[in-house]
């Protein structure tokens, strides 16, 4: 999916100028990067925020029209008003072709339903990570990264190193030999209250 987002140089600088932007509905910014300078831009906040909510517009390759050029760019930083849940500023890094890129990608949890530890054991998948940084060329970047948890009962979990990634991406925490765990089967105080209910029926020996 290709996300466009429409900008415009922004030649007037400091803290008054980018309140002025605010009130008329844009939002201030800057792209860096690459081989070219840094360039101050900014971009009408109904049609940014629109994109913003996707969960794509954080983790993929953004098509940045400036002033009629296309530039493919990542989101590196934004700043929200603290009540408003509005964005006051946005920055965008250029991409190369060639160089690899460190995205924090976000996890999409698969087949919870029929784990037997919540199936049959009445547990819960526990999210120990939500997101992961990975290294890859921009056009590997996946938007997403399935976590298959159909495999665990109570008390287990899956780590990195059994997430299947697309080809050309790694985990970067991985590289470093940190194979964190991603998700476990954890017990609900329902179940552990039945199964003291259990113990207590048991006739003793």
């Known amino acids: 999916m290709s996300i466009q987002i429409n900008a415009v140089k922004r030649d007037v600088k400091g803290t008054g100028a980018s309140r002025r932007l605010r009130r008329a509905g844009n939002v201030p910014g800057v792209v860096y990067g690459g081989s070219k300078e840094a360039v101050n831009i900014e971009i009408n906040h109904k049609e940014l925020f629109l994109q ?26 934004y700043q929200m008003h ?7 500023h ?7 072709t060639t160089e690899k890129i460190h995205v ?14 919540v199936k049959l054991g009445g547990g819960i998948v526990a999210h ?18 399935e976590v298959d948890v159909a495999a665990l009962e109570i008390g287990q979990s899956v780590h990195l190193s059994e997430i299947k990634l697309p080809k050309g991406v790694e985990f970067v925490q991985l590289t470093h030999g940190d194979d964190a765990a991603v998700a476990a089967i954890a017990k609900t105080r329902g179940s552990v209250s039945d199964e003291a209910e259990a113990a207590e029926d048991t006739p003793a020996a």
């Open 128 to 145: 120990i990570l939500t997101e992961a940084d990975v290294s890859c060329l921009a056009k590997d970047l996946p938007e997403f990264i």
């Open 90 to 96: 946005i920055d965008f890094q250029r991409v190369s």
């Open 52 to 77: 913003f909510r996707h969960e794509a517009f954080h983790a993929s390759i953004l098509d940045l029209i400036l002033d009629g050029k296309k530039e493919s760019v990542l989101l590196r930083d």
């Open 104 to 117: 924090k990608v976000p996890f999409h949890f698969i087949n919870a339903d029929v784990a037997p530890g």
């Open 82 to 88: 603290p009540v408003r849940n509005t964005i006051q």
